[in-house]
């Protein structure tokens, strides 16, 4: 199994590397175009439909700091899709260089039990889960901010801020069901 | 073609035309008829027909699984559906087919999430299908999915004559599941039906569901319920999901028809002052009319003036006894004077109704929204201002949008109408702390973590204000002398003393740990601390200001970032803080000893901000920086190493980064050496306010002619 591997090799200077991971493959170019919008720091985003990623790029790929499933809520094969990926994923990356995005979660065609799937799937693997907009451009532009956040400590940028540190703060926990009276 | 026909051509093939008529309406007959015989070809081959006539002849038992001709026929009836709505026809075919589980349970769930009316729905066919139910063979969860389908069309039902004689048999399905649609099935109750369930209910005593009804009940028929409700049932509305709400609307669109709502509380008229007119009409408030009450008593004395009329202060404070809300309470939102009535007066059941017309506005509007609709459209944005300014004059949130909040908060992402989310978060009531983590700190800290600095400012800035709300509401609601506040208001919000005072510590730890992560996080930015700073001054005179017996000391994560700040504000700012926090102690202090009440500051909140004043003090003024006892603590040969000379006074008044530049100036100014006072007056003179206050009630100097720089440390210790 080709594992993608977290510190397998070494980082490059000022620069982070962002891995986008998406089954429909229509918001990662959005979001990879805001995210190359970023100054202070060099980032490359590479676009993925599923994971394994091919061999023939392996020499050339350099390590990516943070990888992000995108998990469209309309489409039950999205999230399988995602989920399938993640089993090539080394587990050094599960400490807090993985995030998921899901989009749609406002939508009513959406059955609340695929959100909660997302979110348990989310607190099991201690990741963040992130809600994006993706119908308009200020919410793709809200989205890359996010990203470019968690990305900036991942990539090891942020001074006494390391990615398992803030893996530990964003965790993903999932709500009991709150009833509309529980909370009197 | 038929207008082409000869008048005096052969006689055609139907003979059945009369021979008297002209030849002219023969020939039009006949065009009429060629016509009739083509539509019935089309037809006859048009696949919708083909599956109604399918699903009226199917028989019994034919299975579903691999049956092609059942997903064909099924595919041709969705389609039509979700484009134009069916006809009455069809309705009643395909719920009779669903409802008499021909072909088992499985179609029945997906032809009624289908059956999207263009019409009417015709009567008969609900009716049969209640029959249906009655036999009992349909699984739970397909019986209220069949109810919430009739609340849904319910409007759209051609007469109701029939329906009404059959609401017993309604009412055998009342479960808690599907309890707010039988209600609003029963709108339009006769008298004997609230009798009954109090008969009902003096039998079975005060059961939870029947307690439901009746409050339901007196929300929409307040003069029929006399019996008192306990408060409590002030939000147990389960906004319901209604996908063919979204999809009725797009068809009706595509018909131009008026888009009415099945709740009979939201709006049919224009707005006003907006002369477009509007498709979406669950987020407009409506203007203020009278009540539409078809059922007032004819013996009712009293002679209610409606609401609308009134147009001036002093005219409600005239017939403040005798107003009648309207049947619109949403529209209670853009008046003040109906906002002040409503504070005043403390209806439950109008509380209850504009809770649900709220609840059910915003549900709809941004929780389970169709895809595609802009968010950010004007009517959006003022529905919510105005929803916030009402809260604002009204000077308390309500309980729905608390709910709601609560939702929203998951599935927010952060930047969608921040302003206004924001906004509403501040004005929710004290969250018990048994379940504030999970309601309220949890997904903000998610949300606090992974977004920019912008939404980290504007979020402490929420919280702070969320802070002062539930500071005034229990400075104005607390009883003088019991430590009790029961509160009787329509918040209905039951807490004792301990109880806000946990709440409340929650929240200021809650701000405290993220402004030390945050600040770490952000590389102790100035417009965070800024922020961070405006809560601390709010926290630090929680005492004096709003007599709460509680001092909270800002973590180190917060303290020293500012001590150590270069812009001298923060410093300036920080000196505020602990001079008002030492106010406050010593307040406290002398307090406690006189009445003996029993509120208690712990030892460990004055070893804090003991601790933290004498840093401060020997930072600032002693100039005995990095020494062991002082906060920071450095090795010797560390700080020796990194050649700063005399590093025990990098941070005193004159070389700490933020004042340096004032002490050059001061030195230019001046030129040769002078006293510190002088200093001083001159850093006061720039206006820096917390720190005359920090250094006059903390530092005593001996006033000697020649002020030195080692005069002693006075401060209060316990």
Known sequence: ?184 | MATSQNSSGPPDLDSSSPSDQSACSRSSNRSLRVAEIERRKNEAEDPFVLALKYFSDVEAGTPVTGNDDVERNLVAVERVAYSKGLPPEAISIMLEFAMSLRMGTSPCVRVLKCLIPATVVPQEAVVRAVVWLCVGKIPLSTQVLFIKWVLTMFDMIDAKDQLHSIYGFLFSFVTEENLVCVVMILLHLRLFRVRKLLDLQSKMGRQPFLMHLLSLYKVFCPELVTLSLPSRMKAGFRNHNSQWKSALIAVQKKNSFQVTSSVSLTVRLKDKTNPRKRKHNHLEVPALSSAVNTQTNPSSSRKLVPLVQLHSFSLLLENLHHIELPAQMGSLLGSSLALQYLDCVQDESAFLRLNFWLGHALHEEFLFCSSGVSQNSEEVLQFLDRLLSSQHFLQEGFSSTEAFLYKFLNIWDGSLLRPQILGMLSNIPVVPSSCIRQLLFEPLMQLFFTSTLFFKCGLIECLNSMLLKWLTWHSVYALEDGLDISLNSHTSINMTLSGFKDSLMELVHFVGRLASVGLQIEGCHSLLLSFILDFYETVCDMFLKYGLPLVVMPPAGVFYPALFATDPVSVDRLAHIMYRYKVNLMSAKTQEKQTEQAFHISRQTYREFNHYLVVMVNCLWNSKMFQPGMGVEMEEELLVSSKVPQYWSSFDFIHHPAFLSYAVDFHHKVGHPKPWGWYLEYLYAQGFEGLKQFVQSNISRRSTAGDGQGDGLSADQR
């Open chain 1, 1 to 184: 199994m080709s594992l993608l591997k977290p510190f397998s090799k070494l980082p490059g200077l000022n620069a982070a590397n962002i891995l986008l991971v998406e089954n429909e493959e229509q918001l990662q170019q959005r979001l990879a175009d805001a995210l190359v919008e970023e100054t202070a720091v060099t980032v490359n985003v590479r676009l993925a439909k599923t994971l394994p990623l091919p061999l023939k790029n392996e020499k050339s790929r350099p390590r990516i700091d943070l990888v992000v499933f995108i998990i469209n809520l309309t489409s039950e094969l999205s999230l399988q899709s995602a989920e399938a990926s993640l089993k090539y994923l080394d587990p050094g990356y599960f400490l807090g260089k993985v995030c998921l995005l899901v989009t749609n979660a406002r939508n009513a065609s959406v059955p609340p039990a695929r959100l909660d799937t997302v979110r348990k799937l989310a607190a099991s693997l201690h990741c963040p889960l992130l809600c994006a907009e993706d119908q308009t451009p200020d919410g793709v532009t809200n989205a890359a901010e996010r990203l470019l956040t968690i990305l900036k400590v991942a990539a090891g940028l942020v001074p006494m801020t390391t990615a398992l540190y803030l893996s530990n703060l964003t965790r993903c926990t999932v709500p009991s069901d709150i009833d509309q009276q529980g909370f009197d």
